[in-house]
């Protein structure tokens, strides 16, 4: 139980609640009967007030006080009095102490209590904090048990410096002069005691420090009602407290009694430095001394014990404490009396009863939901009859996620009320059915689970509507039994359209809801979704969505907003979406999604992507987890105008970081890395674009997309014939699913046509490499992406057979049967046929491979790839002119000298080198325009240096001797030279 400054204790408890009490007992023993405090001396009145101590005493106090050296710290104080007090002697107060630092650190950031210094900001928060050990245990108890038990100033030797601090920090706070309350229960023997002093208009004395409040309404933790009927409360109606305490355990509940005090006093307002701020705490010095003046008793009937009835109301008025004694009067006049009459009006206003209890938690229940949840079940304990506390109750936890919790209570709460109002207990039945069908039926794993509880919500609502048989159709002003029998129609029609596939049924469902509580929003946006989702009749899904923004507010107005504005997109109406958006926004401007759905209709619908950017970035603001805004984010940064791709990389990170099963985000993700960004990052996209394929296929919806992007990455990548097997097994599921996807055709043809290649040894080493490694343990090197990725794609049967040419031949032909026009496939094949002709020399292979190119050509006079090819046949069967022209062809379309040319040209400076001296100027050229673009080329520089260079003298005697041989002269040895 938290440390409050508003209710009782009994008085036997060492707390600053019996700091009020004219005696103490129970926690200290007394061997002997005369050692014991009397309850007060009886002073007259020009005497002065005491409490069992001499005035000289109480002034030696509070010069000591006073006059006690200034400490540095808390910390200090509290040291001198764990040394110096048994009060405080084997106390460990480092936590204590921790928490007030925190409390002075947290006043200081939001800019209060600067009048105050740290010590005293801590001092302060540790006297109103209870500690984790109990109220026994906590600073304010160890402090008013010894102020309490001092027969003399010494015994408070090593507490004064802490009491200084302590007072000195509350007498800069402004002093309030207001009523201020404080309850307690205590025995009827300490009772008497004021009895007497009110009898006779004299004094009592509370010696420690006294905690108040000015909300009577803070009682309720210590005090509530026990009503034998539930008309409105009264001051005479009976009390209850709420918690039992030890000290009373041994006194039968004749024995107790319950005290209201209501105080007329000077106190220190403490709330912002409370432990418990909400309290209003106001603190009264210690050794205050009070007049009593008058104590009512509203406990009414015979047979009701004292303990069960309501408090004595006991009015105090403060005359003086010590440290006002010694410099001025509290009060300049004296004070007026406080009317009882008018206590009764006070504690009439918060006194509660079920009702009262009911209305309270109702008005707490947004803004204060502990303080609504602690009313709500004092109201059911108290009158198990009523339907709303129930309710209440349950909103409650279901605001907190307690599903199991809430539909308890309301299993109870149908349990309790058979008797009540048709129409709350038809209340009851819907919120029931509601947690069922909303809140368990999503999270239930069997399909046995969920048929139960299907028919068990649907046997409810049938319960609620044969009890509510007060709700008429066509009311103008619906009552509450039409509402609620609209609303339980309409959870109805959603269980049959969501959940049974009964679409005819929940139109009916809804229509009749509707007819009932024409003012029920979810009935006609239940009725919108209907005609959107199952009957595609946009026309009327916008007419049930205008009838439901005219009735819905708050979040369910922004909800039913931007459903409309989605349908209203669709449409292309771009205007009405805009203004039902702006609409959503005025009504729920915290809601995320409302800046995302704007962002994209700014970005497709109204081509504004400045403001689709600033609307996607106020998404991420409001909330910081939202996948799809980041996602979206992401998609507008890779185009124009902004083409940021390493913050598009960035922002698809975060949407898989808050939704790692997004697969879309991971292949788009890939894609940019693989396409996109500078320098690329090959890794990171194979990492990607493998986890994407896959979710995909652990959810049994393949992404194609993301499998074609992967494969087309491991052939280009192609590190390995790991990677190559990889690449061919997501081909073939891939036609498995579209055998006439001409891409998926061509890609597995290439694959078919580079492993073809290969050597057999490779696949045979690979297989049985799979296959031992699946029977044994995962290795723990492999990383989290590959080992799932490896298991998907290279178990034990997956393909590891080595294709063959005509294997090759085969795949290509495969995609020319569904695109005859197809140039690549043209090329392809025309590739292997000049294999298979290099490797037999047949004829009939070499025309094969000719008509293939020539094909390509006759589609793509401009198609390089054929004229490489042509030139590649020709070099195997010797025909170097015709190769040397083909490559010059091709050459002239495409010259760039780049990753996938570099064999291309590497092969025509061969063919150039070896063709004789008449081309190995244009092979020099050729292996220098390859060092230029790559110069980590040494390949390219071997060839070019190993090249014999022509002087310059040789080539001149040569073209002479040439000229002189065409005219007919056989010049002598000499003659050329000169």
Known sequence: ????????????????????????????????????????????????????????????????????????????????????????????FTSILEAGKDKCSSLRRRGLGTQLTDSEIQVIYMYTMQTADGNECSFYTRLNLALRLARGAEDLDGLYPLLKLLVGALQKLPPVTDVFFRGLITTRENFVAYEDAAEHHDTVVWRGV???????????????????????????????????????????????????????????????????????????????????????????????????????????RQDVNFSTRLFENVFDEPLPPVELTEVEKWISTWMPTPSTMTRRAMQSEEQQPAVAEYFFRRAIREGKNDADPYLGLARIMLKQSQDRDALEILVDGRKQCGADSSEKLASLHLEYAEVLLWRLYPEATSVSERQHMLLEAHKTLDLALDCNSQAKMGSPKPSYADKIKSRTL????????????????????????????????????????????????????LEEYVMARKYATGSNLAVVCINSGVLLQRKRDYTGALEVYNAAIRADSDRADIYLNLGLLMQYGLNDRIKAKQNFETAINKCASFADAYFHHAMLLEEPPFEKFGMAAEEYRLAIHYNPSDEIARYRLGMLLWKKTVPTDIGGARSSLAEAVRLAMRSKRPNTDAMAALA????????????????????????????????????????????????????????????????????????????????????????????????????????????????????GLGSVWCRIAAASGHADHKESAVSSFHAALSIDSKYAAAYFGLAMLHTHFKETKKAIRM?????????????????????????????????????????????????????????????????????????IRSRLSKSGIRPSPNQAED
């Open 490 to 541: 309409c959870a109805l029609g959603k269980a049959h359209r969501k959940y049974m596939n009964e679409p005819e049924l929940a139109k009916r469902r809804f229509t009749d809801a509707i007819q009932y509580d024409e003012t029920n929003a979810t009935a006609h946006f239940q009725l919108g979704r209907l005609y959107e989702k199952v009957r595609n009749d946009t026309s009327m899904a």
């Open 210 to 316: 006294t905690s108040t409040t000015t909300n009577c309404g803070q009682l309720r933790d210590y005090i509530s009602v026990k009503p034998e009927h539930t008309e409105p409360a009264s001051a005479s109606e009976v009390l209850n407290v709420g918690h039992s305490v030890s000290s009373t355990s041994s006194h039968d509940s004749q024995s107790l009694c319950r005290c209201v005090f209501v105080i007329k006093a000077v106190a220190y307002d403490i709330s912002i430095f409370s432990a418990e701020e909400q309290e209003a705490e106001h603190i009264i010095l210690p050794f205050t001394t009070f007049r009593v003046g008058g104590i009512a008793d509203l406990h009414q009937g015979e047979h009701t014990p004292r303990a069960e009835a309501t408090p004595y109301l006991v009015q105090l």
């Open 712 to 827: 087309a990455l491991l052939v280009e990548d192609n590190q390995s014939l790991r990677d190559s097997i990889k690449a061919r097994n997501l081909y073939l599921q891939l036609i498995e699913l579209d055998g006439k996807n001409v891409p998926y055709r061509l890609g597995f043809a290439k694959v078919i046509d580079k492993d073809s290649q290969r050597p057999r040894t490779e696949f045979v080493e690979l297989a049985l490499s799979v296959r031992s490694a699946d029977s044994a343990a995962p290795s723990a090197s492999e990383s989290a992406l590959a080992a799932p990725f490896d298991a998907l794609q290279l178990s034990p049967k997956a393909t590891f057979d080595a294709p063959t040419d005509e294997d090759a031949v085969a795949a290509y032909k495969g995609v020319l049967d569904v695109d005859k026009s197809n140039v690549e496939a043209h090329c």
């Open 887 to 959: 490559y010059r062809r091709g050459f002239d379309i495409n010259d760039e000298c780049n990753r996938s040319m570099n064999s291309t040209w590497h092969a025509f400076g061969d063919l150039l080198a070896s063709s004789g001296a008449a081309y190995r100027a244009d092979a020099r050229d050729v292996f220098k325009k390859l060092c230029q673009a790559n110069p980590d080329d040494t390949e390219a520089k071997r060839k070019l240096d190993e090249i014999p260079r022509d002087s310059l003298q040789r080539r001149i005697r040569g073209s």
């Open 1 to 92: 139980m938290h440390r409050s400054s508003s209710g009782g204790q009994s008085d036997a408890t060492p707390s600053c609640f019996d700091a009020q009490l004219p005696i103490q007992m129970g926690s200290v023993h007394f061997d002997d009967e005369s050692e014991r405090p009397p309850p007060y001396e009886r002073v007259q009145k020009d005497e002065e007030p005491c409490l069992g101590l001499k005035l000289d005493l109480e002034r030696e106090i509070a010069i000591s006080i006073i006059s006690a050296p200034c400490v540095a710290s808390t910390l200090e104080a509290l040291d001198i009095a764990k040394q110096n007090s048994q009060a405080f002697q084997g106390w460990e």
